[in-house]
């Protein structure tokens, strides 16, 4: 697993395996180096909210998010990371923020969801909680920004090994 992960980080089922083995092993402290690891070579919003899951009961939870998403601020994924630790500590002007600061880089129903539930929770006025929700509503849905590795497998084995999948069949 450990190979797997080395040398396909953005392979997150594999990730995800290892994470389970720490989970059954009781061994909080390898499952959180290993999110942090992981989130590090491949951040994702999926690996992000494992993290958040497992530094739940950690009072420096916020601190330690902002010294993770430091160098990924310039990201789609590193905004929305920040932001949700910003939303799951209770402070929802600066996860808006964040979630805003995402929408430079991907503009998604995710984040828009995200904005409106921010709104809310700031009782903000009637029209932002509507344009919020109808950008959600017809936006198109998330992304992970390295989630293309299927299509990237594809091009590969066309270019390399031959394979083109025809009408369902592999020649």
Known sequence: INLGTKYLPSFVQLTELKLDIYKKQNNKNQLIKSLVDTWQKTPS??????????????KNQL??????????LNTAEGCIALALAYKENGDYKKAEEF????????????IYS??????????????????????AMNSHSYQWEQDDYSSAYKK????????????????
């Open 156 to 171: 590969w084995s066309e270019d390399y090994l031959g394979y083109t999948k025809v009408a369902g069949h592999i020649s």
């Open 114 to 135: 995200q904005l409106l539930i921010c709104a809310q929770k700031q009782d903000s006025e009637q029209k932002v909680k509507e344009e919020w929700q109808n950008k």
């Open 63 to 72: 601190k330690q998010a902002k010294k993770i998403t430091k160098n990924y």
């Open 99 to 110: 979630f805003t600061k995402a929408l430079e880089y991907s503009q998604n129903q995710y």
């Open 45 to 58: 919003k999926q690996i992000f909210i494992k993290w958040l899951i497992a530094t739940s009961d950690d």
